[in-house]
T-cell receptor, first 110, second 114 residues
Framework: QKEVEQNSGPLSVPEGAIASLNCTYSDRGSQSFFWYRQYSGKSPELIMFIYSNGDKEDGRFTAQLNKASQYVSLLIRDSQPSDSATYLCAVNPTGNQFYFGTGTSLTVIP | EAGVTQFPSHSVIEKGQTVTLRCDPISGHDNLYWYRRVMGKEIKFLLHFVKESKQDESGMPNNRFLAERTGGTYSTLKVQPAELEDSGVYFC????????????FGPGTRLTVT
């Protein structure tokens, strides 16, 4: 079983719609959760992190965490073509190790 | 502020040769991480430095890999001798002491072993 699971996609949404990206993790003791955006050929860029159950909003992005279900998601409202990228979920169980998912490819169609 | 830089951007070597990758973190970032992404797989943690000290190297695949961070500034990752399965993209990331989890990634070094 992988530490972090993501649907590889591709996920396609029309411009202006809500994109929903999902991630599950195996270590129930995990404390910190991160979403990275990676454009093709570029480095991963941290866009959101969440530590507590519930929602955390930052502009058009909302991270949702449910530790009981071991589930973390990222919602992108009013999706724009510039949001087209691969989104990586990362989990920090304990210490300094980070486990990444394989990423979900998102395409926003104009 | 300059970001994390890595050199070279690409390297093609033959099996059995040695390659050294370099990472320059953001100035003032004490934490430095090395990751590797093999094609089609997830990014995997290799090791973590705090200044010049190895905090966690549990992700290093084997003793053909050697990472150093002399002086606590830039870091090198040497692969000797390289094997075919070492091919992939090697990322470096850094973070400040105050925000240890907010890692800034470099552009990566694409290593191809033939």
């Amino acid at each position: 079983q992988k530490e972090v699971e993501q649907n590889s996609g591709p996920l396609s949404v029309p411009e202006g719609a809500i994109a929903s990206l999902n991630c599950t993790y195996s270590d129930r003791g995990s404390q910190s959760f991160f979403w990275y955006r990676q454009y093709s050929g570029k480095s991963p860029e941290l866009i959101m992190f969440i530590y507590s159950n519930g929602d955390k909003e930052d502009g058009r992005f909302t991270a949702q965490l449910n530790k009981a279900s071991q589930y973390v998601s990222l919602l992108i409202r009013d999706s724009q073509p510039s949001d087209s990228a691969t989104y990586l979920c990362a989990v920090n169980p304990t210490g300094n190790q980070f486990y990444f998912g394989t990423g979900t490819s998102l395409t926003v169609i104009p | 502020e300059a970001g994390v830089t890595q050199f070279p951007s690409h390297s093609v070597i033959e099996k059995g040769q040695t390659v050294t990758l370099r990472c320059d973190p953001i100035s003032g970032h004490d934490n430095l991480y090395w990751y590797r992404r093999v094609m089609g797989k997830e990014i995997k943690f290799l090791l973590h430095f705090v200044k010049e000290s190895k905090q966690d190297e549990s992700g290093m695949p084997n003793n053909r890999f050697l990472a150093e961070r002399t002086g606590g500034t830039y870091s090198t990752l040497k692969v000797q001798p390289a094997e075919l399965e070492d091919s992939g993209v090697y990322f470096c990331a850094s973070s400040p002491v105050q925000k240890i989890y907010e890692q800034y990634f470099g552009p990566g070094t694409r290593l191809t072993v033939t």
